[in-house]
């Protein structure tokens, strides 16, 4: 009898276990900690980036108010504007004024932030896909980019009314330029090697913008969001200043007539403190989006 001849009535050998669902169980858990590791990464650096940057503001409003020594009148310092907020006999109605006109503001400037950023990203989208379009269209975007907003108000306001729709298309211009040329270059960006797979596979123009243009162009989207979200404010604040009469802006421009400096400084700080959490919101919302979605960090490098 031959050696390899197996005795009928032994047990069969226990099956060999695959190694492919135990390599796929520890590659997804590598893949989670590095998603997560990155997006502590991002946060952490976000959040330090505030810190440093709030307190260098407080140091340097220390500063020019010593150097210049300026009017205690005139010029509130950190200190001031707390007791004007929280400690004086009228605190709690001036911060309800504020905070008030603080959110009126603020929800100016998401509604510009959202027309702007939409706007510009189907002006890119068609940018991209059409030679043709941005030789006709970015003149003309960049002419009227070149006109002070300040000397546009006037004429928006005319032809838009004081209302909601003003301050949109005012804080949607000064979103609109920054954001279109963020994401012109976010779309090219992408590999064309990835994009001539997909026409390979029989893909057209549109399929490969969906499946390799737009997630190449999310680092261009969250920079000009980092961008366009404090100058949205702005837009906001100068469209109340000088169309609107409502909200943060004017209430500045009201309190400066009627001398009341504490109010013009604690509106001042309150919007800046608004605009820095915002800007680390959506550092926050880009760490976690970057991290699952976009390129690795040493390609973006």
């Known amino acids: 009898m031959s050696t390899a001849t197996v005795d009928a009535g032994a047990p069969p050998p226990p099956p060999t276990p695959s190694p492919s669902a135990g390599a796929t169980a520890v590659a997804r858990g590598r893949q989670g900690h590095s998603v997560a590791g990155a997006i502590a990464t991002r946060i952490g650096r976000t959040l330090l ?9 407080i140091g340097l409003w220390y500063a020019f108010i010593e150097v210049f020594d300026l009017n205690p009148l005139v010029a509130k310092d950190p200190q001031a504007v707390w007791q004007y907020l929280f400690t004086a006999p009228d605190a709690t109605e001036n ?14 400037a998401a509604v ?9 990203l189907g002006i890119a989208i068609a940018f991209v896909l059409s030679r043709s379009v941005e030789q ?13 907003l300040v000397a546009m108000t006037p004429l928006l306001t005319l032809i838009f ?25 976010g779309l090219r960006s992408a590999s064309s090697a990835a994009a001539d797979l997909v026409l ?23 920079v000009s969001a980092r961008i366009s979200v404090p100058s ?46 915002i800007y680390a919101l959506v550092g926050f ?17």
Request: glycine letters at 12%; zero cysteines.
């Open 95 to 108: 911060r309800d004024v504020i905070l008030d006109g603080l959110w009126h503001t603020l929800g100016d």
């Open 49 to 57: 980036s505030v810190v440093a940057s709030t307190g260098v503001i």
């Open 161 to 185: 009314g004081r209302g909601l729709l003003a301050v949109s298309v005012i804080a949607g211009i000064v979103v609109f330029f920054p954001s279109l040329v963020n994401l012109v270059f």
């Open 285 to 301: 919302v880009e760490a976690v989006v970057l991290a699952r979605y976009g390129p690795a960090p040493s390609r973006r490098a």
């Open 200 to 222: 390979a596979y029989g893909g057209g123009p549109f399929t490969v913008l969906r499946k390799v243009s737009l997630p190449s162009a999310l680092p261009a989207l969250f």
């Open 232 to 277: 949205a404010v702005i837009g906001a604040l100068l469209a109340e200043w000088l169309a609107t009469g409502k909200g943060l802006g004017y209430l500045m421009q009201r309190s400066q007539q009627t001398f009341d400096y504490g109010g013009v400084w604690a509106a001042t700080v309150l919007i800046t403190v608004a605009s820095v959490a």
């Open 112 to 120: 510009g932030y959202a027309v702007g950023t939409v706007a510009a």
């Open 136 to 148: 006709a269209l970015m003149p003309v975007a960049m002419m009227l980019r070149s006109v002070p």
